[in-house]
């Protein structure tokens, strides 16, 4: 398996303030599944610390094209911004736990915030084809992804409130209460609202299975390989890295 | 192949000069796949593997590593491995591993630990990670490491010391087979809720400053020196062994890429 790519600028759009970059690396994007993060830098930085993680936000296999959405606040990734089209870049993808939907799963609910939200986008492009999907996405105005970068099948709830316009979005009654419809839901927070997120989950279910939510944890992920164990988190199994053990962690798990 | 401790008889013979700093891999498992450990040091680069920290009960912690300005801000949080740990589920794969692995000592454990893992197969040997201190006490805790264990003992000195020759030559008096130098400069970075964070600063930042450390220790001692600090690139490493390193050691650049070593180790072998 391979840690390591180098890929090329094929193109770059923006998108009202986010920054949508398309990568020509073929192997990277056979090898790249929904959830997983690579960390991205140019050929000239000795700076340790100079790999942004980056959730894939798509990986097109038969183009050989990989993804990014890139939030120009970020001050770590502010750099890609003005890369040309053409530029070489490197990337290291190391292997991280990855979201499946059950097999018995007709109803996937995708809810986030902050930079999870290009996974989630991925996510819902994956599993669009088989499954109703629901991506719920919250945020300020203009750092949203696109809907049309989703397919036409995935229904898109979008809040311009902030954090906490995320779980009034999938706790209101009307239309829905797509928390209560789901039959899993993926959320992609920071630590500080996974406290929310399971608030609201178990004001929704009357039983909540091992499985049925699953959280995309988001933060530094300064070393990505798990050496450094600066992402670690609290879990019912003790400490674990999120860049290693995680992202992805069933939302019973995490403390 | 060079010998790090050519007065010990276990020797440390290395491969290639080019050493993954305390910590620098973790506890070393994680990475041992993607860097090749089971093939040759052509391979991966490296010649020796230095453990992250190991205390007698291991510590959970919760180590912070923050960019600055052309290096790296870590602090440990008290995080180290444990002896159990170590005996049960490490060291068993260590010694597959095409590479020796020393363990990285420190503190007021670092006697136990090394006497509990001296006869320990997978262990090549140890480093002992001094703090700021003088050279009396410096030798007073190196000896208590040799008198535990009689396998090759490399001792890591930090930037800050006030007088790096007197305690490097004390630390070989005292039993040292070689000396690493620096293992960072304290520091600390401010945090978005107006609190600091206190650490140690590598990165090539300090490697100016760590140079200057080593050319002076290596010309004033007759041991193996291992330069360290900083170093992150062949011109990097080239400038350690011309001020009279024999190795060096890759900590924040290893982090970063994990092919650094094979990089420098081939630059180092070219020539």
Same mark, same amino acid.
């Given at each position: 398996?391979?840690?390591?790519?180098?890929?090329?600028?094929?193109?770059?759009?923006?998108?009202?303030?986010?920054?949508?970059?398309?990568?020509?690396?073929?192997?990277?994007?056979?090898?790249?599944?929904?959830?997983?993060?690579?960390?991205?830098?140019?050929?000239?930085?000795?700076?340790?610390?100079?790999?942004?993680?980056?959730?894939?936000?798509?990986?097109?296999?038969?183009?050989?094209?990989?993804?990014?959405?890139?939030?120009?606040?970020?001050?770590?990734?502010?750099?890609?911004?003005?890369?040309?089209?053409? /530029?070489?870049?490197?990337?290291?993808?190391?292997?991280? /736990?990855?979201?499946?939907?059950?097999?018995?799963?007709?109803?996937?609910?995708?809810?986030?915030?902050?930079? /999870?939200?290009?996974?989630?986008?991925?996510?819902?492009?994956?599993?669009?084809?088989?499954?109703?999907?629901?991506?719920?996405?919250?945020?300020?105005?203009?750092?949203?992804?696109?809907?049309?970068?989703?397919?036409?099948?995935?229904?898109?709830?979008?809040?311009?409130?902030?954090?906490?316009?995320?779980?009034?979005?999938?706790?209101?009654?009307?239309?829905?209460?797509?928390?209560?419809?789901?039959?899993?839901?993926?959320?992609?927070?920071?630590?500080?609202?996974?406290?929310?997120?399971?608030? /609201?989950?178990?004001?929704?279910?009357?039983?909540?299975?091992?499985?049925?939510?699953?959280?995309?944890?988001?933060?530094?992920?300064?070393?990505?390989?798990?050496?450094?164990?600066?992402?670690?988190?609290?879990?019912?199994?003790?400490?674990?890295?999120?860049?290693?053990?995680?992202?992805?962690?069933?939302?019973?798990?995490?403390? | 192949?060079?010998?790090?401790?050519?007065?010990?008889?276990?020797?440390?013979?290395?491969?290639?000069?080019?050493?993954?700093?305390?910590?620098?891999?973790?506890?070393?498992?994680?990475?041992?796949?993607?860097?090749?450990?089971?093939?040759?040091?052509?391979?991966?680069?490296?010649?020796?593997?230095?453990?992250?920290?190991?205390?007698?009960?291991?510590?959970?912690?919760?180590?912070?590593?923050?960019?600055?300005?052309?290096?790296?801000?870590?602090?440990?949080?008290?995080?180290?491995?444990?002896?159990?740990?170590?005996?049960?589920?490490?060291?068993?794969?260590?010694?597959?591993?095409?590479?020796?692995?020393?363990?990285?000592?420190?503190?007021?454990?670092?006697?136990?630990?090394?006497?509990?893992?001296?006869?320990?197969?997978?262990?090549?040997?140890?480093?002992?990670?001094?703090?700021?201190?003088?050279?009396?006490?410096?030798?007073?805790?190196?000896?208590?490491?040799?008198?535990?264990?009689?396998?090759?003992?490399?001792?890591?000195?930090?930037?800050?010391?006030?007088?790096?020759?007197?305690?490097?030559?004390?630390?070989?008096?005292?039993?040292?087979?070689?000396?690493?130098?620096?293992?960072?400069?304290?520091?600390?970075?401010?945090?978005?809720?107006?609190?600091?964070?206190?650490?140690?600063?590598?990165?090539?930042?300090?490697?100016?400053?760590?140079?200057?450390?080593?050319?002076?220790?290596?010309?004033?001692?007759?041991?193996?020196?291992?330069?360290?600090?900083?170093?992150?690139?062949?011109?990097?490493?080239?400038?350690?062994?011309?001020?009279?390193?024999?190795?060096?050691?890759?900590?924040?650049?290893?982090?970063?890429?994990?092919?650094?070593?094979?990089?420098?180790?081939?630059?180092?072998?070219?020539?």
């Amino acid at each position: 398996m391979q840690l390591y790519y180098t890929a090329a600028v094929r193109e770059r759009r923006r998108f009202e303030h986010l920054i949508w970059v398309a990568l020509a690396a073929p192997e990277l994007a056979r090898a790249a599944q929904p959830g997983q993060f690579v960390l991205f830098r140019s050929w000239v930085s000795l700076d340790p610390l100079l790999w942004p993680a980056l959730f894939l936000a798509g990986a097109d296999p038969t183009t050989g094209t990989v993804e990014l959405l890139i939030d120009p606040r970020d001050p770590s990734g502010m750099w890609m911004i003005d890369l040309p089209v053409g /530029a070489t870049v490197e990337l290291c993808m190391p292997s991280c /736990a990855i979201f499946t939907p059950a097999p018995t799963t007709q109803t996937l609910l995708l809810a986030g915030v902050g930079s /999870a939200l290009p996974a989630l986008l991925f996510l819902a492009r994956r599993t669009a084809d088989r499954r109703s999907v629901t991506l719920a996405l919250a945020g300020e105005a203009g750092f949203l992804p696109p809907p049309f970068l989703l397919p036409a099948t995935v229904e898109m709830l979008s809040s311009t409130d902030g954090e906490k316009g995320l779980f009034e979005l999938i706790t209101a009654p009307a239309p829905r209460h797509a928390l209560q419809w789901a039959d899993q839901v993926v959320f992609g927070l920071p630590s500080h609202l996974i406290g929310q997120a399971i608030a /609201a989950v178990r004001a929704a279910r009357l039983r909540w299975e091992d499985g049925f939510a699953h959280v995309i944890m988001t933060g530094p992920l300064p070393c990505g390989l798990g050496v450094c164990q600066a992402c670690q988190i609290e879990t019912r199994q003790g400490r674990q890295r999120r860049c290693v053990d995680g992202p992805l962690f069933d939302l019973r798990v995490v403390r | 192949m060079l010998d790090l401790a050519p007065h010990n008889p276990h020797t440390l013979t290395i491969a290639t000069p080019v050493i993954a700093a305390a910590g620098s891999l973790g506890d070393v498992v994680g990475v041992a796949r993607w860097l090749g450990l089971a093939q040759s040091a052509s391979d991966h680069g490296l010649g020796a593997i230095i453990s992250q920290t190991v205390t007698v009960a291991g510590k959970r912690g919760q180590p912070q590593f923050l960019p600055t300005p052309a290096g790296a801000l870590y602090h440990h949080g008290g995080a180290s491995l444990g002896l159990k740990q170590v005996r049960e589920r490490l060291v068993s794969r260590w010694a597959t591993y095409r590479v020796p692995v020393l363990v990285s000592i420190a503190g007021a454990d670092a006697p136990i630990v090394a006497e509990t893992l001296a006869d320990t197969a997978g262990i090549a040997g140890f480093e002992l990670a001094l703090p700021a201190l003088n050279a009396h006490e410096a030798a007073r805790q190196v000896a208590a490491v040799r008198r535990a264990t009689l396998l090759p003992l490399i001792v890591r000195l930090p930037g800050e010391l006030p007088d790096p020759i007197a305690v490097a030559q004390a630390s070989l008096n005292a039993g040292a087979d070689a000396i690493a130098l620096i293992g960072g400069l304290p520091a600390c970075m401010p945090q978005a809720d107006g609190g600091f964070v206190y650490g140690r600063l590598g990165g090539p930042a300090i490697f100016p400053f760590a140079l200057r450390l080593v050319a002076a220790v290596a010309a004033a001692v007759d041991a193996p020196v291992i330069g360290m600090g900083g170093v992150a690139t062949p011109e990097h490493a080239r400038a350690m062994l011309a001020a009279g390193a024999r190795a060096v050691a890759l900590a924040s650049a290893l982090v970063a890429d994990l092919r650094r070593a094979k990089i420098i180790a081939d630059s180092l072998r070219v020539r």
